[in-house]
C-alpha cells in the first residue's frame, strides 16, 4: 500500500513556470509512477511517467516543457513545468503502479493521490 500526496500547483500566467511534487508514503518505492491531468469538462489524460530506473516517457504536447523526475531516497516525483501555457491548465494527479505496462493510461495504475490544482492564465 503507498498514499500519495501532491503539492506546487498554484495560479500563473502563460510562460511561467511551477514545479510539482509527489510524496509517497510506504515501505518501498519501487514503483512507476505518473502525472495526469483533468481540465475543466475532460477526461483524465497522461502527462508524464518515470520507471523506478529512470525511463522517462512524455505525452506530445508537453514535451520540451515539462520533464519529471524522481528522488528515491525522499520517495518523492517531481514535474517541472516550463512555458506554461492556458492549456495545461487542469487538476494534477500523480498515481502509481507495479505493473510494468499501460502506463499511459488511468488503468494502469493502482494508487492516486487527491490532486493539486494548476491554472494558467492568459
Known amino acids: 500500500q503507498v498514499q500519495l500526496t501532491e503539492s506546487g500547483g498554484g495560479l500563473v500566467q502563460a510562460g511561467d513556470s511551477l514545479r510539482l511534487s509527489c510524496a509517497a508514503s510506504g515501505r518501498t518505492f519501487s514503483y512507476a509512477v505518473g502525472w495526469f491531468r483533468q481540465g475543466p469538462g475532460k477526461e483524465r489524460e497522461f502527462v508524464a511517467m518515470?520507471?523506478?530506473?529512470?525511463?522517462?516517457d512524455y505525452r506530445n504536447s508537453v514535451k520540451g516543457r515539462l520533464t519529471i523526475s524522481r528522488d528515491n531516497a525522499k520517495k518523492t516525483v517531481y514535474l517541472q513545468m516550463n512555458s506554461l501555457k492556458p492549456e495545461d491548465t487542469g487538476l494534477y494527479y500523480c498515481?502509481?503502479?507495479?505493473?510494468?505496462?499501460?502506463?499511459?493510461?488511468?488503468?494502469?495504475?493502482?494508487?492516486w493521490g487527491q490532486g493539486t490544482q494548476v491554472t494558467v492564465s492568459s
Open positions: 518515470i520507471t523506478w530506473s529512470g525511463t522517462t
Open positions: 498515481a502509481a503502479t507495479t505493473r510494468g505496462f499501460n502506463w499511459r493510461t488511468v488503468s494502469g495504475y493502482d494508487y
